[in-house]
């Protein structure tokens, strides 16, 4: 059902479900690294993307974009230095997102959209949560992802392997029937 739409030949299915399971299996005994590992990765990114285009454009920013550049730059060198501070700020930004819907439908009484009301409670929970311990939310956000691609490959290995035993008993039963022939042919 999982690589169902793909032309994929049954070794690299296997190698397929096999790395995602093991990469699964490391983000979750190895979250801490990997976390900070990829918030360093997206902060070096984010440094010289900003560089290059303040490079580039510094000619015809304005005072407020050039300063916009400059704490993006601070931002990304803080995110290098302290990984968990990214976090923070997402749970600052995330909360800055979600709160004031929540609090307009709670105003208006305006229950009618109850998923956004579950999605935006969610958010607003798991900003709380960035803010006060961020180390832990970006683990909690690792080992999440790690569940998801453990879950992923073992979905696919499993499927491998019911698909491959149904046609082991398919191409079996083919080939007894076309060694029997037809019925009482034996005597002509």
Known sequence: ??????????????????????????????????????????????????????????????????????????????GIIKPEL?????????????????????KVKDYSDVIMLIINGAGILFAFYCIINARAALNTVVIIIGIILTITGCLALYELFSSGIHAERRAGSKNENRHKGFENTDNL
Do not use: E, W
């Not at 285009?53 to 601070?74: C, E, P």
């Not at 990214?86 to 307009?104: D, E, K, Q, R, S």
């Open 86 to 106: 990214t976090m923070l700020l997402i749970g600052a930004m995330l909360l800055f997102v979600t709160v004031p819907p929540y609090v307009n439908s709670i």
């Open 1 to 78: 059902m999982l690589f169902n739409h793909f032309n994929l030949k049954t070794k690299t299915l296997k190698i397929i479900s096999l790395s995602l399971t093991l990469s699964g299996i490391i983000f979750i005994l190895a979250s801490s690294y990997i976390g900070a590992a990829a918030v360093r990765l997206a902060m070096i990114l984010l440094l010289g993307f900003c560089f290059v285009n303040l490079k580039m454009t510094y000619v015809f920013l304005s005072q407020k974009d050039r300063m916009k550049y400059y704490i993006a730059i601070a931002a990304s060198i803080l």
